[in-house]
């Protein structure tokens, strides 16, 4: 049963705040993935595939929740040990959802380097809205785990993890469009941002194999990169505009 009566006390406040903005920091691997993702569909579809997709990802993670006593058996049960591996349940998923991400990250990087217009054109027909929708909720469920075995170490109340997880999406689809506008406008950002994918897919295979690397260090280099390739940016815009002003 949930009991509200945990948000009127000082600790549960206290636990909610700090949830939250967790929950805020672990969508941001999210924010860029739907990003990429939806900037294949037509215009007019992409902000519908982003807010769609991170909102059936707020129901998954509260599904999730629910049924947190299997979430947790997952990181517990060892289903190859007996052949010498000691990868868990949840090990397995997310070196997965590693592999599926890299794999993701190096086609597009590829694609973006080579330019092949026709398997382009090919795999633009392949890139329906469902398509789309469905990589993103495969790719959610993934860091959804990640994100609830947040929760249950930082609280043992249900509705301080349900509201966490609700604000944090709120959160996320008011920064996705004017992010996923950003990545879409400038090139090199977009590339930085599959930079910055094929990094976290090595991280979760790495950690699939029990090798824990801090995420601050790898969000503070994310923040390092986009800050200087903002800047780069800015400047060219203002060489160009130079250059402009001296023709006339």
């Not at 949930?2 to 636990?15: N, Q, W, Y």
């Not at 519908?48 to 947190?68: D, P, S, Y």
């Not at 800015?234 to 023709?247: E, F, H, P, Q």
Request: hydrophobic share 55%; net charge negative.
């Amino acid at each position: 049963m949930i009991d509200f009566s945990v948000l009127a006390t000082s600790e549960g406040l206290i636990a909610l705040l700090t949830l939250t903005m967790l929950e805020i920091v672990l969508g941001i691997d999210n924010i860029i993935f739907i990003a990429i993702l939806s900037d294949k569909l037509p215009e007019e579809k992409r902000a519908k595939a982003r807010n769609l997709g991170l909102l059936l990802a707020m129901v998954q993670r509260i599904v999730f929740l629910f049924f947190i006593t299997w979430i947790i058996a997952f990181d517990d049960y060892k289903p190859l040990e007996s052949v010498g591996l000691d990868q868990s349940v949840k090990d397995m998923i997310v070196m997965l959802g590693g592999v599926f991400l890299m794999y993701k990250a190096i086609k597009e990087i590829h694609d973006k380097l080579e330019g092949d217009p026709e398997g382009h054109q090919r795999e633009k027909k392949a890139h329906t809205f469902g398509a789309i929708l469905g990589q993103i909720i495969l790719l959610d469920a993934v860091f959804s785990i990640d994100s609830v075995l947040t929760a249950v170490g930082l609280t043992e109340h249900l509705v301080i993890m349900i509201i966490a997880v609700v604000t944090s999406v709120g959160v996320m689809i008011g920064f996705a469009g004017p992010i996923a506008s950003y990545v879409s406008k400038h090139p090199t950002i977009k590339m930085l941002a599959l930079a910055i994918l094929l990094m976290i897919g090595v991280l979760l295979v790495a950690e699939g194999f029990d090798k824990h690397i801090p995420r601050g260090y790898v969000y503070f280099a994310m923040a390092f990169a986009v800050i200087v390739e903002s800047l780069n940016i800015m400047s060219g815009r203002k060489k160009k505009a130079k250059i402009v002003d001296c023709t006339e």
